[in-house]
């Protein structure tokens, strides 16, 4: 257990209405990442970060944002949400240093719908 | 760049029979690789990985995978399947220079009694 929390846990939206989950991590862990997970895509990177103020984008970016003011929390925003956003999103860290020692673990996930 | 090929999207076994399910990667530069699982509405568990040790590397549940470089492969196998092992398995791929993790689409194993 690398001390990952995700909030909210399930959420109903409409269409249009801005959307943020938070990650939360307790073992201060440099990298944090946001998927999602589709039937038959597996998981797909949507943004992570490798420090405070630290983030980069994944494949499927377009629609969100995220935000990482502490190392603690990482934070993803869908600006304006579309059905096409439906989806379980999984927040992970990377732990370990050195060659070879990277590891993720993963949250419990958020399952999001979009009506 | 870092792709992951898991080659059955579905397998289907008996109780007490092997597991097999298969992985192929691709990447510029020797990998780190793992095995996943995800149980019914759950989220993902940590298998196994392997980091440029052994080449077999043994895991949780007596899950183990060997790392082949010359067929690019890290096939996942068990003797023996129980009912609980029925879940969805993802194999992953890392870039170690970004610390970014590339995912396999999933394979379903279905246990049957």
């Known amino acids: 257990d690398a001390g990952i929390t995700q909030s909210p846990r399930h959420k109903v939206t409409e269409t249009g209405t801005p959307v943020t989950l938070r990650c939360h991590q307790t073992?201060?862990?440099?990298?944090m990442y946001w998927y999602r997970q589709d039937p038959g895509h597996g998981l797909r990177l949507i943004h992570y970060?490798?420090?405070?103020?630290?983030?980069d984008k994944g494949e499927v970016s377009d629609g969100y944002s995220v935000s990482r003011s502490k190392t603690e929390d990482f934070l993803l925003t869908l600006e304006s949400a579309t059905s096409s956003q439906t989806s379980v999103y999984f927040c992970?860290?990377?732990?370990?240093?050195?060659?070879?020692?990277?590891?993720?673990?993963f949250g419990p996930g958020t399952r999001l719908l979009v009506l | 760049a870092q792709s992951v090929t898991q080659l059955d999207s579905h397998v289907s076994v008996s109780e007490g029979t092997p597991v097999l399910l298969r992985c192929n990667y691709s990447?510029?530069?020797?990998?780190?690789l793992f095995w996943y699982v995800q149980h019914p509405n759950k989220g993902l568990q940590l298998l196994l990985k392997?980091?440029?040790?052994?080449?077999l590397v043994k895991g949780i549940n007596g899950f183990e995978a060997e790392f082949k470089k010359s067929e690019t492969s890290f096939h996942l196998t068990k003797p023996s399947a129980h009912m609980s092992d029925a879940a969805e398995y993802f194999c992953v791929v890392s870039d170690r220079n970004f610390n970014k993790f590339y995912f396999g689409s999933g394979t379903k194993l279905n246990v049957k009694p």
């Open positions: 992970a860290i990377s732990a370990g240093t050195g060659p070879f020692q990277e590891t993720q673990y």
């Open positions: 990447s510029s530069y020797s990998p780190s």
């Open positions: 073992e201060n862990h440099r990298y």
């Open positions: 970060s490798y420090g405070v103020k630290d983030t």
């Open positions: 392997y980091t440029s040790a052994a080449t």
